[in-house]
């Protein structure tokens, strides 16, 4: 599947937020062809499903599915489990047909750190979660392709 075929949500943080209303700022302005970040990060961020979904990114999908379910009380439960494995398959299903909130970002303190991912709680049924309510920022200073 190209970059072009996934549902893909790209938007940059401004380091000088601009105000709209009295009191109020706007700090973020979505990303649009033909901007270059937003060609660069959609064709990353196709790459990087493709990983996932090949037989080692799985395992590693597979992985943290593990861990997260173990953290969930779900102890005792093996690598080939078939919880893992529908939490893992469901999960890439997701993020197949939709990205998290990619964030090119200006804020970071340090041109060293390349990205981060601000998890935040979630709740619910894994049918439930929804990908676009993820981020995933990409340090603004560090130049794509060269890090």
Same mark, same amino acid.
């Given at each position: $599947? ?5 549902? +893909? ?8 937020? %601009? ?13 649009? $062809?033909?901007?270059?970040?937003? +060609? ?10 493709? +990983? ?13 599915? $593990? ?7 779900? %102890?005792?439960?093996? $690598?080939?489990?078939? +919880? ?6 469901? =999960? ?15 804020? *970071? ?19 439930? =979660? ?11 200073? %560090?130049?794509?392709?060269? *890090?």
């Amino acid at each position: $599947m190209s970059a072009g075929s996934r549902n +893909i949500a790209i938007v940059r943080r401004r380091t000088r937020p %601009v105000t709209t209303t009295p009191g109020s700022s706007n700090d973020l302005e979505e990303l649009g $062809m033909p901007d270059q970040r937003y +060609i660069l990060i959609a064709a990353a961020w196709s790459k990087v499903v493709d +990983i996932l979904c090949s037989p080692r990114g799985l395992s590693a999908v597979r992985a943290y599915s $593990m861990l997260a379910l173990q953290r969930q009380g779900h %102890v005792g439960l093996t $690598m080939d489990h078939t +919880i893992s494995r529908a939490v893992a398959q469901a =999960f890439l299903a997701k993020v197949q047909n939709t990205s998290p909130l990619l964030v090119d970002d200006g804020t *970071f303190e340090s041109r060293r750190q390349v990205s981060e991912h601000p998890r935040g709680s979630w709740s619910g049924s894994y049918a439930s =979660f929804d990908v676009r309510q993820q981020a995933i920022k990409l340090n603004s200073h %560090v130049r794509l392709g060269h *890090f």
